[in-house]
């Protein structure tokens, strides 16, 4: 400040120019809280189900294997469709078990990598918010390797039915893709 | 009255720190310009859905987006077809009551597939979509009678909203 003191005849009676940013400021001040209150901070996503329609379809002979997670009141049963039990993870702490599910979903995904089709099936009184936890459980694994983060597809065509009741596996289910 | 030189010379002396020293907004222009660039390009991404506060979406790692369709609300009191009440939760909890209320969703939901515009691809309608938006607390047997009314009114895909979250390690 003090070298643009230095007086030099006449220039020194002129104030520094400034920028005139009044208005700008005004676009501002307007602008930014209207995009504050536009803004959508949260994201939201869909997960797909298709029902199955009207149509008659031509059902190929069956995979090699069917799986289904069975959501139990008080644990999580994964079978090979009216086979065989493949495990069943019990609850810890309340909470259903969902990284032993995906673990052990991760061997069988080794073993048979064209697989993608995967049933959820709930009983009646499981929450909408457990049958999400399984489906983000069952789609695919997030694991770390050389300090990254990867995502790996397990079974991303997921179907929602009801559970069997009893031993009959009779359920109507709807099949999904992702 | 002619001042002595040195009156003057303090005068001159007083002024010079007396001057007023103008706002410097710089800093606050960044701050505005960059805030207003990021909202802008934040909020040129057209939501399909709306946000709510009635109900609270579970969430998911699902990265699909939203498509143009019917949504379905579901909260813990009520059903509702693009935001008008179509019935109560409680008409479905016991069987008798249950049919009608699947019922009487189900034609509300015919009728805002006729509202609806149709997309025509390759000369074939494309099937209407139905979003459920529902509560994280409803019990699976409520969500299975609103997809059973879905599949009763002729539609074939049924998306299920969810808050996207960053997927974990596990």
Wanted: charged share 25%; net charge negative; no cysteine.
């Amino acid at each position: 400040m003090s070298r643009r003191r230095v007086h030099h005849g006449r220039a020194s009676r002129h104030p520094d120019a400034e920028l005139n940013v009044t208005a700008f400021m005004n676009l501002m001040v307007a602008l930014v809280p209207f995009l504050l209150l536009m803004a959508v901070f949260t994201r939201l996503t869909i997960v797909q189900l298709n029902l199955p329609s009207s149509k008659p379809e031509d059902k190929p002979e069956p995979p090699a294997i069917e799986l289904e997670v069975i959501l139990r009141p008080d644990r999580l049963d994964l079978e090979d469709r009216g086979k065989s039990l493949i495990s069943s993870f019990p609850m810890k702490e309340k909470e259903y078990d969902f990284k032993a599910l995906t673990q052990k979903l991760r061997e069988i995904k080794t073993s048979f990598p064209d697989i993608k089709a995967i049933s959820v099936l709930p009983e009646e009184d499981v929450n909408y918010d457990n049958i999400i936890k399984t489906m983000d459980a069952v789609r695919s694994v997030t694991y770390r390797q050389n300090d990254e983060l990867i995502e790996a597809e397990l079974f991303p065509d997921i179907s929602l039915g009801k559970a069997p009741v009893g031993v009959s596996p009779v359920n109507e289910i709807a099949g999904t893709s992702q | 009255m002619r001042q002595s030189r040195r009156a003057s010379r303090m005068e001159r002396h007083y002024s010079r720190g007396k001057k007023v020293p103008g706002f410097n907004l710089v800093s606050l222009m960044d701050i505005f310009t960059i805030l207003v660039f990021f909202l802008l390009v934040n909020s040129s991404e057209v939501q399909k859905l709306p946000t709510t506060k009635v109900v609270s979406l579970p969430e998911s790692t699902a990265d699909v987006k939203p498509n143009d369709s019917i949504i379905v609300m579901v909260t813990p009191e009520e059903i509702l077809v693009e935001n008008e009440v179509v019935a109560k939760v409680e008409s479905f909890k016991d069987e008798s009551s249950s049919t009608a209320a699947i019922a009487t969703l189900q034609s509300a939901l015919i009728t805002q597939m006729d509202k609806m515009l149709v997309l025509v691809v390759d000369g074939e309608k494309k099937p209407p979509e139905v979003a459920v938006m529902a509560d994280k607390s409803i019990p699976y047997n409520l969500l299975h009678k609103v997809m059973q009314a879905a599949t009763a009114a002729g539609i074939e895909k049924v998306s299920l909203a969810v808050i996207q979250k960053v997927p974990e390690e596990g």
